[in-house]
């Protein structure tokens, strides 16, 4: 796709009547002032996926008497569609095909809060189209998606920002990941380090909300929804409304289960405080009942993640197998221990970093759209993480400890698991 022809905020009054009546009198705010905020400072939106997340977090409430936020949202499903132009309200028109709200040159930034399946296909165009990109986690449903995504929006020079929770705040109990982040850089805990997401530790991997069903029997496609599009790039299966919709991340076709729903939240945050946003692992091993699945994803375990330099992040769901001990530190080295409420062995190790350099500040997605740096969250680091969650799956799926190349972006030797790494598109849809 070209790349449009980028309209700036400036030319709002201009070109306000295409989605806003024009006022017969200039509005108040349109001349800023204190306590006014005129449309050139305003960053536009178009939300693509109202349903869930995509109405509670990205559709905003056009407010009168202020410049509107939300231009423009689509969904494939009428009675979401509904609901998201309730909340907006003013100034924001509806659309069922997400290529026409990319026709629009009013807008600066596209919220995609669609299911993971299109999450490539969407926000790649978004970039080819010239727009800024703020996004649901995962970051993609598949490994080689993401690679491709991150090139794209390095050559067309975009910033992205993927919404995962920890990264810009607290890591659950133990404080700012910039915090931990300083701790580790200041070898205080000495390598190689054991990071533990797990039950054990409050983390609520969700996996018995989001496991799949099996042997589902077909149903009777509802009228306000156009199942055809919503399955997208993904096979062709007998509609059902366990698949769509909230539950469709128990489906390997769509998602990957809690594991994929809360992963980038967590491990988002552990990827940036280990210092791994560069990397991966180079070993994975999952426990989880065996044979899976091909279309229901199901229960597991423990995954292992280990890095060449001997650091390991251990997922733990406690839904299966073998119970955690209790009492395990949050983050081990040889040379000390974070628990829970920033208690640490040997005691006093946070009050000993005032002596170490702070970490680079993280920028959110609103200040890299305006000044064009990095954000905190971007394209690369959102890949690093998601294939973190993309790797524990797919040892979930093979059943047998693996062997990765973090550079190459590939396993070693192995055909079979590679074939998870790059997974076919229905036609006519492709990277």
């Known amino acids: 796709m070209a790349r449009r022809k980028r309209i700036t905020r400036r030319r709002f009054l201009r070109d306000a009547g295409a989605t806003c009546a024009v006022f017969s009198i200039v509005p108040r705010h349109v001349l800023g002032g204190p306590g006014y905020t005129p449309p050139s400072e305003v960053i536009t939106r178009a939300v693509?996926?109202?349903?869930?997340?995509?109405?509670?977090?990205h559709v905003t409430e056009n407010t009168p008497g202020k410049p509107p936020q939300t231009l423009a949202v689509c969904d494939?499903?009428?009675?979401?569609l509904g609901n998201a132009m309730k909340k907006a309200g003013r100034c924001c028109d509806a659309y069922t095909d997400w290529r026409r709200v990319l026709e629009r040159t009013d807008i600066d930034t596209i919220h995609v809060a669609t299911p993971p399946h299109w999450h490539a296909l969407i926000g790649?165009?978004?970039?080819?189209a010239g727009f800024d990109v703020f996004e649901e986690k995962p970051f993609t449903r598949t490994i080689r998606e993401g690679?491709?995504?991150?090139?794209?929006?390095?050559?067309?020079?975009?910033?992205?920002?993927?919404?995962?929770?920890?990264?810009?705040?607290?890591?659950?109990?133990?404080?700012?990941?910039?915090?931990?982040?300083?701790l580790v850089d200041s070898g205080l805990l000495g390598k190689p380090l054991t990071v533990r997401v797990t039950r054990g530790q409050g983390r609520d991997w969700k996996i018995k909300m989001w496991s799949g069903r099996r042997n589902l029997a077909p149903r009777e496609i509802p009228p306000e929804l156009?199942?055809?599009?919503?399955?997208?790039?993904?096979?062709?299966?007998?509609?059902?409304?366990?698949?769509?919709?909230?539950?469709?991340?128990?489906?390997?076709?769509?998602?990957?289960?809690?594991?994929?729903?809360?992963g980038q939240h967590f491990l988002d945050s552990v990827q940036?405080?280990?210092?791994?946003?560069?990397?991966?692992?180079?070993?994975?091993?999952?426990?989880?009942?065996?044979?899976?699945?091909?279309?229901?994803?199901?229960?597991?375990?423990?995954?292992?993640?280990?890095?060449a330099d001997g650091d390991t992040i251990i997922l733990g769901s406690g839904e299966w197998g073998e119970p955690e001990p209790e009492g395990l530190p949050f983050i081990e080295g040889p040379a000390g221990k974070v628990y829970e409420n920033y208690e640490t062995d040997p005691p006093g190790l946070f009050d000993k970093l005032d002596a170490y350099p702070d970490p680079a500040p993280l920028i959110d997605f609103e200040t890299a759209v305006r000044t064009r740096e990095k954000a905190g969250g971007n394209e690369s680091v959102s890949h690093r993480s998601c294939t973190l969650v993309n790797l524990a799956n797919i040892a979930i799926r093979c059943g047998r400890p693996l062997n990765w190349d973090p550079v190459r972006e590939e396993f070693i030797n192995d055909a079979v698991a590679n074939r998870f790494v790059d997974q076919p598109m229905r036609p006519p849809w492709h990277l």
Not at 76 to 80: A, E, F, G, S, W
Not at 164 to 170: A, I, S, Y
């Open 124 to 128: 790649i165009a978004a970039v080819q």
């Open 226 to 262: 156009d199942y055809d599009s919503w399955l997208g790039p993904a096979p062709k299966k007998p509609y059902h409304e366990h698949r769509v919709h909230q539950s469709f991340r128990g489906y390997w076709d769509y998602d990957g289960g809690g594991l994929a729903d809360m």
């Open 76 to 80: 494939v499903d009428y009675k979401h």
């Open 272 to 307: 940036y405080f280990l210092d791994k946003d560069d990397t991966g692992p180079i070993e994975i091993v999952a426990d989880a009942p065996w044979p899976p699945h091909p279309d229901a994803v199901g229960l597991w375990g423990t995954v292992r993640l280990t890095y």
């Open 48 to 57: 693509i996926g109202t349903g869930g997340m995509g109405l509670t977090a």
């Open 147 to 182: 690679r491709v995504y991150v090139e794209t929006v390095q050559r067309y020079g975009r910033i992205l920002q993927i919404n995962t929770h920890f990264r810009f705040g607290n890591y659950y109990q133990f404080g700012s990941s910039r915090r931990l982040r300083k």
